[in-house]
């Protein structure tokens, strides 16, 4: 965690010709901040409609981000995330890259994605920060690990997962097994419509948990306020009230979980919409272990043509600080057009 702080460039000098007082020091690096950072780079391919434009081509992608983590007081965290990538989804029809969710549309640019501190007191943690969501510290209980962007949010994206700009996150450990979450975001913070007004995107969500040995339980709640009409800024684009189920058992045998969600959201001017999903994880078979799960492909309205996703994978490790993941996707589409189908090849170095 020190490793740029070297004797070059750490020695003092004291500048007398400008007759200044002051001794500076070149290069500092705190002892107390740890770098963690990772490199990854995708192989894909996907099969789709061309009428629609999707990308139907073999693509190479990569992403690299850096994680610093400043402590003070030993119960607080300063984290500041800097990353970048080439996977430029501003204008773009759909790729195998959009679909997993994989890296960063930076341009080749790094930037600060994120900033966030953290601070404990006893069994209350509070995460306040930008670009960051409002359910950051819940305990949803899902043991799945996904490979599509969809499939990962464990059925309740807008709920357990809900996202957000400007944003308080909180976790309260009840004891017993029971965790409570509560979140707050203004979602257009650093835009002209601000924060909890009239025309900003706002939500606020709360969660409670259970954690046993082999089993957990949580419950979801978010109330999205949002004018938005394309729907991208939180992921409605209308008032709505949503709650969120999840559950996961572990099992000592081949299938080392099974986890599942589901989730309801109460449309201010529409039907509901209802989203599902159901995940299990082998034990590890070989070097590495096997993913598989289905669900809807969005939130569906009632009584619509339900659309499906489903997913396969395979992760394994080459060493320490090498991981690979190998896997395929298929998302159902509306009658008229053609089903998008889609496979890759992660490899991911971490140091």
Known sequence: SNSFNTPLVNNEVNNNNLNLDSIFEAGSFSDTTVASQTASFLLSAGQGDSVIADEESLQVMYYYGMSLDTSFTGDDVLNVVIETGNNVSTGRSFNTAQYL?????????LKVVDLNYTRSWGDLTVTVGDSLDASAQFSTACAYSGFTDQLA????????????DVTISSSYDIGGGFV?????????????????TKEAVDAVAGQLAYSADNYGLSVSYAKIDSNDLSGTIIGVNQDAVVWGLNGFYSFDGPIDSLSVGYQISDMEDEADRTNWFAGISTSEIGPGTINLAVGTTAPILENAEETLQYEASYS?????STAMTLGGFTVDRATGTDDFTGVALSTTFSF
């Not at 969710?101 to 640019?109: K, R």
């Not at 394994?316 to 320490?320: E, H, K, Q, T």
């Open 316 to 320: 394994w490790d080459v060493n320490d």
């Open 101 to 109: 969710d994989y890296g960063s549309s930076n341009n080749d640019t």
């Open 180 to 196: 409570a979450g509560l979140g707050i975001t203004g979602a257009e913070g650093a835009s002209t419509d601000g924060l909890f």
């Open 153 to 164: 949010d464990c059925g309740t994206g807008l709920s357990a997962g809900l996202g957000g």
